[in-house]
């Protein structure tokens, strides 16, 4: 099994937010890996750490997702590998809960978004996102399924 991290969805990926989805809530698998040090585009200077410029763009992911009824329903630091092979580790797995795919991709539209990204990109060495939907019980307050 292959992989690729990468910082942006490809044009097949950003049109499947377009085409119909499961109904309700999905949930976001995010494998991260972080850069050493931030690398801004604009090319500020800057002496934050990968994970440390992902963590602005993240506090501003949340505000936005507890202001739409979303939210991160788990977040840790990668230990170990303990079943299968891969090469290298991601360095977070953290779960957003989005209340549909299409609340999520008109989040990521908003200028408010596009503002914060900045310190993703920034920060980011890839990352693969997996959108699950079905899940069981309440993983975020005020998102059920």
């Known amino acids: 099994m292959e992989f690729v ?4 969805p490809n044009e097949q ?5 377009l085409e119909p989805g499961a109904e309700g809530p999905i949930c976001m698998v995010n494998l991260i890996k972080f850069k050493a040090k931030a690398e801004y ?7 934050l750490t990968g994970r ?3 963590e602005l763009y993240e506090a501003g992911v949340k ?3 507890h202001g739409i009824g979303g939210g991160i329903g ?4 990668v230990q170990r590998l303990a079943l299968g092979e891969i090469e290298e580790l991601w360095d977070v797995v953290g779960l957003a809960v989005w209340p549909s795919r299409r609340v999520m991709l ?3 539209q908003s200028k408010e978004f596009r503002e914060i990204s ?6 980011l060495a890839g990352q693969l996102n997996i959108e699950t939907s079905g899940f069981k019980g309440q993983w975020v307050e005020g998102v059920s399924r």
């Open 52 to 54: 440390e410029a992902y």
């Open 63 to 65: 505000k936005l997702l």
């Open 74 to 77: 788990f977040e840790g630091d």
């Open 5 to 8: 991290n990468k910082v942006y």
């Open 13 to 17: 990926q950003i049109q499947g937010f």
């Open 106 to 108: 008109e989040v990521m």
């Open 118 to 123: 900045v310190h993703r990109t920034a920060g």
């Open 41 to 47: 585009k604009d090319g500020r200077e800057t002496h």
